[in-house]
T-cell receptor, first 114, second 114 residues
Framework: ETGVTQTPRHLVMGMTNKKSLKCEQH?????MYWYKQSAKKPLELMFV???????ENNSVPSRFSPECPNSSHLFLHLHTLQPEDSALYLC?????????????FGQGTRLTVV | AQKVTQAQTEISVVEKEDVTLDCVYE???????LFWYKQPPSGELVFLIR????DEQNEISGRYSWNFQKSTSSFNFTITASQVVDSAVYFC???????????WGLGTSLAVNP
């Protein structure tokens, strides 16, 4: 496999559920990102990891909890979400954390909170 | 303040037509980078081009071309002889300063009809 792979592609969860999104990159990149894409809003950067260390958390509510066990894998743990958290969640990776590096994106997880 | 404006929300053309997607940016930094990404229906954002602020030469890649004009703070994208496979949402983005974030436009949804 090559590129950035996200699972699951679609997820429906209740507000009291706990679920996790998974991202895997096979590009040898050092930086990984979680983005949230909502309709009619700019892409929102949520978290940035560099070599498994979280280097940025953009005021994301604590009901979103990221985990980066190694430089190839990134998780987003979800619990007690709200309906407004329904969105497309995109994972990306790049050579480094500098914002001007080309980013490679996964296909996203379409999350619906009911 | 840094900002990216893509004034065209949706564009619809017939195959083989030329189409230009507009991008206007704002930044006070003298060093910055501009990007275009394509998001097909499959979801992943695909990098198309990065241009730095010191290089105003226009770029051509096959049917794609980009016109960077600092005088008007614009970085427009033209698809020549459009094809149905060009149907996607196209995002313009800006990176400026010493940070990790990209400033994203809201995207232009392009529909190329047979």
């Amino acid at each position: 496999e090559t590129g950035v792979t996200q699972t699951p592609r679609h997820l429906v969860m209740g507000m009291t559920n706990k679920k996790s999104l998974k991202c895997e990159q096979h590009l040898g990149h050092n930086a990984m990102y979680w983005y949230k894409q909502s309709a009619k809003k700019p892409l929102e950067l949520m978290f940035v990891y560099s070599l498994e260390e979280r280097v940025e958390n953009n005021s994301v509510p604590s009901r979103f909890s990221p985990e980066c066990p190694n430089s190839s894998h990134l998780f987003l743990h979800l619990h007690t979400l709200q309906p407004e958290d329904s969105a497309l969640y995109l994972c990306a990776s790049s050579q480094g954390v500098w914002g001007a590096f080309e980013a490679f994106f996964g296909q996203g997880t379409r999350l619906t909170v009911v | 303040a840094q900002k990216v404006t893509q004034a065209q929300t949706e564009i619809s053309v017939v195959e083989k037509e030329d189409v230009t997607l507009d991008c206007v940016y704002e930044t006070r930094d003298t060093t910055y980078y501009l990007f275009w990404y394509k998001q097909p229906p499959s979801g992943e954002l695909v990098f198309l081009i990065r241009r730095n602020s010191f290089d105003e030469q226009n770029e051509i890649s096959g049917r794609y071309s980009w016109n960077f004009q600092k005088s008007t703070s614009s970085f427009n994208f033209t698809i020549t002889a459009s094809q149905v496979v060009d149907s996607a949402v196209y995002f313009c983005a800006l990176h400026a300063g010493n940070n990790r974030k990209l400033i994203w436009g809201l995207g232009t949804s392009l529909a190329v009809n047979p």
